[in-house]
């Protein structure tokens, strides 16, 4: 499309340069060459980067863990021994439920949260106020989820925390946040979801201001109202966006990492390890390479099922506009 | 202008139905979104006020979240005794570095992309988007070996060099280079510009938009990267602010955390800044990509 409109223009142009063979020839091949070439090297910096650090990282990913390693000697083929070692390791397996359990509750309460402060925001008439509520559930998600974890530890402290501090003075507690095996991983879904919950409200926020407003006055018309206009009307008009949050919402969950890092180091005992974490011990701290790289790929591919999940089951509930 | 007036219609005839039910219903719609509000500002509060107390007396209870007596001698602490200075210069550096090199090459790539035809260029394109999916922890253990081998390690390059380019900035690049109209080009040319000219003078100043969009999203999520640093940095001189404030942590024993916290504040400042710089755009940004640091 944009050739045949390059060669009006090329042929009417007077010549400008010297010909120095194909490269610089005036004509519709020299002009298609030139743009050729100067897409291959634009594009070159970014092809070359994800090639050594994405794509090819992700299949030496694979190849490592076949692998026994250390970084210093020699690779060690074990064929399929660091999976079996995976499926025998309760640790490592307990960190996959962990994890899973970790992300059914963080993202049921993003979305809830979120979606409840969208619909509340979105109903006032005050631009002032509007603002006032978007800048404070939004600036959690501009700290670093390591830096803040550090103040959330000392707030959530069993014994000179302010959370327990108020809430012993409507008699309630001491809650152990972080001291107790069911506790702890409750806290960590908190702290998370604090961060994380302005990002799905500017998503929603989004979704609700594209919904065709004839429609929902239409509704208000037919007598829909709260409730049931939410449950009929808004909630599948807004399912592409419930999809996308789904999506990234699982992806992100599943990483969780600084949380548990920094407020509770995966205690107490195993309660709070994540899959990420047991992956960043076993590759660093143990320098096992291969047993690290097989528990990141079965991760990852955690990750695609789950998406694909996501996307199949998607055209069953998901209503485009 | 019919759907118009039947609309304003509707809302009239709608009001004082409305005004009635829903009066009573928006005072209780503020008051949860102002108690939301409270639970998300209070530990930002929180690190403010603790912050300012002595050490002897940030453990003491009740808080005090107005500092009536301000103690800015923490704020000296930090730099004084904790090499903070040297976690902020080294998160400076990374960072900055990052965000210029992923303009240059996201604005290179996303421009050839959506505007140069060349053979490949949808299979490229596709390869690049594929990526976009990859978790960094399938990436992670192969880039620390090749950073390793490269004799990187412990460098504040080994955090640079990874990540001078994105699959993510490219694909958003190429969707602000395509709703700029070709018409243009046309025109440049005839007037003989040549390709780089059209590039660097017409398209890369219209796309200023998300170039600012891709510079903000990627300064808040490597200035708040944890799990690289973590993992590549080893010696505290090398460290950026969120490693290092969370080796300050265990360093300072629970002592002081007013002073951890003083850190941690000023670990905020440049964010807050450039989210009040640009706010519009990381919205923007957020709405588009959905992807976080």
């Not at chain 1, 692998?67 to 210093?72: A, E, G, K, L």
């Amino acid at each position: 499309m944009a050739t045949t409109t390059s060669v009006s223009t090329a042929t009417i142009r007077s010549p400008r340069r010297g010909s120095i063979g194909w490269f610089t020839e005036q004509s519709l091949h020299g002009m298609a060459r030139r743009r050729a070439l100067l897409g291959y090297l634009f594009i070159l910096p970014t092809m070359l980067s994800i090639l050594l650090f994405t794509a090819g990282p992700v299949i030496a990913s694979f190849g490592l863990s076949f692998f026994q390693w250390n970084v210093i000697d020699d690779p060690v083929w074990l064929g399929l021994d660091n999976y079996r070692q995976l499926v025998n390791d309760e640790r490592a397996l307990q960190s996959f439920v962990t994890t899973a359990k970790f992300v059914v509750l963080a993202l049921s309460l993003q979305i809830v949260v979120s979606l409840l402060l969208a619909l509340g925001v979105q109903s006032l008439k005050s631009n002032g106020l509007r603002f006032f509520f978007r800048t404070a559930f939004f600036l959690p998600l501009l700290t670093s989820a390591a830096s803040i974890s550090i103040v959330l530890a000392y707030m959530f402290n069993q014994d000179f925390g302010v959370i327990n501090y108020y809430l012993g003075k409507i008699g309630i507690g001491p809650v152990p946040w972080l001291n107790s095996a069911g506790w702890a991983l409750i806290t960590i879904v908190l702290a998370y979801v604090w961060q994380q919950v302005g990002f799905t409200f500017i998503v929603f926020t989004g979704g609700l201001a594209g919904i065709n407003k004839e429609i929902l006055e239409a509704a208000d018309l037919d007598g829909a109202t709260g409730f049931r206009r939410l449950w009929d009307i808004t909630l599948p008009m807004l399912s592409p966006t419930l999809l996308f949050v789904g999506v990234t919402g699982v992806i992100a969950a599943l990483q969780v990492f600084s949380e548990p890092f920094v407020m509770t180091n995966g205690g107490p005992g195993d309660a709070t390890r994540t899959v990420v974490m047991v992956l960043y011990e076993s590759a660093f701290s143990f320098l096992m390479i291969g047993y690290g790289s097989a528990i990141a790929v079965v991760l990852f591919t955690f990750i695609l099922i789950v998406t694909a999940i996501q996307f199949r089951l998607s055209h069953r509930w998901v209503f485009y506009q | 202008m019919a759907s118009l007036t039947t609309a304003s219609a509707r809302s009239v005839v709608s009001e004082p139905h409305h005004r009635r039910r829903f009066g009573f219903g928006k005072i209780v719609t503020v008051l949860l979104l102002a108690a939301a509000s409270v639970v998300m500002l209070a530990p930002i509060v929180y690190t403010i006020s603790t912050s300012l107390r002595s050490p002897m007396e940030s453990f003491t209870l009740p808080p005090k979240w107005i500092p009536t007596d301000p103690n800015w001698e923490n704020y000296r602490t930090v730099f004084d005794t904790v090499p903070l200075k040297q976690f902020f210069l080294n998160s400076t550096v990374v960072t900055f570095c990052i965000v210029i090199g992923q303009l240059i090459t996201a604005a290179l790539a996303g421009y050839a992309f959506a505007r140069l035809e060349f053979p490949g260029r949808s299979i490229l394109f596709w390869l690049v988007l594929s990526t976009l999916m990859i978790p960094l922890q399938a990436t992670i253990i192969p880039v620390f070996v090749l950073i390793s081998k490269w004799h990187l390690s412990d460098t504040l390059a080994s955090l640079i060099l990874p990540a001078l380019a994105s699959a993510f900035g490219t694909f958003l690049m190429r969707q602000y280079f395509l709703q700029i109209p070709s018409d243009f080009e046309e025109a440049a040319l005839l007037d003989g510009a040549s390709q780089w000219e059209i590039f660097r003078s017409i398209y890369l100043p219209l796309a200023k938009g998300g170039l600012a969009v891709l510079a903000i999203l990627t300064f808040n999520g490597y200035w708040n990267e944890f799990l690289r640093p973590l993992i590549f940095l080893s010696s505290q001189e090398k460290f950026t602010l969120p490693v290092g404030l969370v080796s300050l942590q265990g360093y300072m024993g629970t002592g002081s955390i007013s002073v951890v916290l003083a850190g941690v504040l000023v670990s905020l400042i440049p964010v807050l800044i450039i989210y009040l710089i640009g706010q519009r755009y990381l919205v923007e940004g957020l709405m588009v990509g959905g992807l976080k640091g």
